[in-house]
């Protein structure tokens, strides 16, 4: 792959701010995005809509190969298409939630999404957002971020944005949840949550989104990716 676009990677756990910062640099440069996390949402989602059932393993992992989706960024805000429709409210239900688990666990499944995630390395370059972007998925990539924060920060803000939605939610349940699948995520077998030995490790919590953006906008900078935008 070295012949190929530049990609940078931003992985790290949920309410780092990876969705936000990874969308705001991808406008900025005008590269492609990738939100992997939302990859096996939008396959479970895939085969609801052409009516294959979620245990039927190669006729999921078809899908899954050829599915169309696009992350287009709009006033730094990315947008999840699934066959051209905006589904980025749908795919983020608890039943979608569900049915997404149902399909990760399925082996030609997560081989087909790898090979999907690896075709949206596309000129001029390519933000990924995930969890083992920089580990599994471009394990080459020229520039490699691992955002985190605090439980405690990670929870505010998700709390604050479900407030903002309308939804009534408990901090300190959300806290729970976090530190619950922090515990998961880095310690499954398969491609644990953890920085790539060779990324660079971010601590947003008393970092603002704009300062975030900078400073990695600054990295590629040095490293010849971008030129000053």
């Known amino acids: ?49 052409h009516n294959v059932a979620l245990d039927d393993e190669p006729a999921v992992a078809k899908l899954a190969e050829r599915l169309d989706v696009a992350f287009p960024v709009e006033g730094g805000m990315p947008k999840t298409l699934l066959e051209g429709e905006d589904v980025g409210r ?18 030609l499944v997560r081989e087909a999404l790898l090979s999907r995630q690896r075709d949206f390395r596309q000129a001029p370059g390519l933000v990924a957002d995930g969890r083992d972007m920089g580990t ?24 604050l944005q479900l407030r903002e939605a309308g939804v009534d939610a ?30 660079i490790t971010l601590d947003t919590t008393r970092l603002s989104i704009p300062e975030v953006v900078d400073r990695i906008t600054e990295l590629l900078i040095q490293r010849g990716l971008a030129t000053g935008v």
């Open 1 to 49: 792959m070295s012949e190929q676009a530049p990609v940078l990677t931003i992985d790290g756990p949920g309410g780092a701010g990876k969705g936000t910062i990874s969308g705001l640099i991808a406008e900025r440069l005008d590269w492609h995005l990738l939100d992997s996390g939302a990859l096996y949402r939008l396959t479970a989602h895939a085969a609801v809509k």
């Open 170 to 199: 408990s901090l300190s349940s959300l806290l729970k949840e976090i530190q619950a699948r922090d515990a998961r995520d880095t310690q499954r077998s398969v491609a644990p949550l953890k920085p790539a030995d060779d990324a």
């Open 90 to 107: 749908a795919i983020r239900t608890e039943q979608a939630g569900e049915r997404a688990s149902q399909v990760a666990a399925l082996p």
């Open 136 to 159: 599994v998925v471009f394990d080459d990539a020229p520039l490699k971020i691992f955002l985190t924060a605090s439980a405690e920060e990670r929870a505010r803000r998700r709390h």
